[in-house]
Each structure stands twice: as C-alpha cells, then as structure tokens.
C-alpha cells in the first residue's frame, strides 16, 4: 500500500528541478576535456586563443564578465538575450569551439542547440519534394537554438526554382526570436575587416538581414590565422 502512495505522490507531487549552476571556470574544464575527444588534440592556450574563448565562456555562464571581454565588439550592444555571430579568418577554430559547446551542452535543455553547416541546409532544403517536408524542414530551421557554420559561403538554392534560402531562415528566426548562433569568415579581399564581414550579409541577404544582425547578435570577432597553414 506504501508502494502505491510513494507512486502516486511522485505523480502528483514532483521534485522541483535542480537548476544547473553552470560556471565560466567550470565550463572551461569540460571544454578542454571534450575538446581532446572530439578532435584528437587538445585546445591550443596562448593569449590569442584565451581572448577567442572567453565570450563563449562568459556568454553560456552569464558571466558579467562577457561585456568585458576584448574580442566582443561594441557594434551591438550586448545582451545574454542575443546569439552569437562569430567573424574570423577561415581555418582558425571558429567550428571546432562551436562543435565541442554543441556537444557538451547536448543534455543540457536550458543551452542545447544542434548545428549545420551552411551548404547542409541548402541540401536539407532541396530534398524537400512536398508540403510535409517543407513543414519538418521549417520546423527545424526556424525554431529552436540553431548554429549555422560557414555562412556566406553557401549555395543557391535549386528547389522549383533559385531560392536564397538563408535570407528566409534569417528573418523568420528574427520574427520568432529564435537564439541563433553563426560563425563565418572575413570577406574575401578584406582581411580582419569586420565591418566589411558584415557588409557581405547585406550584399547577399538584403538590406533588411543586415539591419536585423545588429538586434539579433552579440558580434564576436575571432583573431589568429588559420591553423591549416
């Protein structure tokens, strides 16, 4: 009989949830733990790549110290509200920091977020053949914490039709105030030349895209060369 009271006073009468008190210290030792999992080789410290880490570790700890940190740019006025659109030169990092956070904070409801990369969503977008795909690819592009990789370097879309599908997924994020998180290089000719980056979202999205990054992003420039020379 006690059994059966216990079973249904969990029922009714749930625990509270413990909130997850996450840390920027903390946080930085999963990091480097997953980070060796992930790509074979541990994170590489010196002052350059300390600078590149600290927003994110500040951002997802909702750290104060985020307002603070060099490497985020005062083009936008920061808040834990926004996402993140991280600029830098291609080869140094930018992904592999965003995929070791994708995979840390995969069981983590309150941070979770899944990533593409610019040309997979092109893909995903062109399989869609009828109403139902179109629907569940919606569903995952614009809802949802997202991170999108490598934009500016995608595809046209060729879906009954040429279709600049990034344009879309950008302002229905805006509109539904989906948090999004986006890394992306340096326009091509203009070297660590952010505001050029940002200038090339305009060039390819519109004008309405470009203003809307200002209200959507924190805006991050990630500094060193490419690792892959």
């Known amino acids: 009989m006690n059994q059966i009271h216990d079973y249904f006073d969990k029922i009714y009468n749930p625990e509270p949830k413990k909130e997850v008190k996450i840390t920027a210290n903390g946080l930085f030792s999963v990091f480097k733990r997953i980070f060796i ?12 790549t300390r600078e590149n880490i600290a927003p994110f570790l500040y951002y997802f700890s909702k750290d104060e110290k985020f307002f603070k940190c060099q490497n985020l740019t005062s083009l936008s006025n920061p808040s834990f509200d926004k996402g993140l659109l991280v600029v830098g030169d291609f080869g140094n990092g930018k992904t592999s920091v965003f995929k070791t956070f994708e995979d840390i904070f995969k069981y983590l409801p309150s941070h ?5 990369t610019a040309n997979e969503v092109v893909t995903e977008f062109e399989k869609c053949s009828d109403e139902e795909l179109r629907r569940e690819f919606e569903r995952k592009m614009y809802k949802g914490r997202r991170y999108f990789d490598d934009l500016k370097t995608e595809r046209i879309a060729s879906n009954y039709g ?22 992306c290089n340096y326009k091509d000719g203009f070297p660590n030349d952010i505001n050029e980056a940002l200038k090339e979202f305009g060039e390819k999205y519109g004008g309405r895209v470009y203003d809307r990054l200002f ?15």
């Not at 999992?37 to 350059?48: A, D, M, S």
């Not at 990034?166 to 890394?183: A, D, G, P, Q, V």
């Not at 959507?216 to 690792?227: L, Q, R, T, V």
């Open 112 to 116: 979770i977020f899944t990533g593409y």
């Open 215 to 229: 209200e959507m992003f924190n805006i991050i420039e990630f500094k060193g060369k490419s690792f892959r020379i």
């Open 162 to 183: 040429k279709v600049n599908i990034f344009k879309e997924i950008l302002e229905e994020r805006y509109n539904r105030k989906s948090i999004t998180y986006i890394s």
């Open 37 to 48: 999992e992930l790509n074979g080789k541990p994170f590489e410290l010196n002052e350059t």
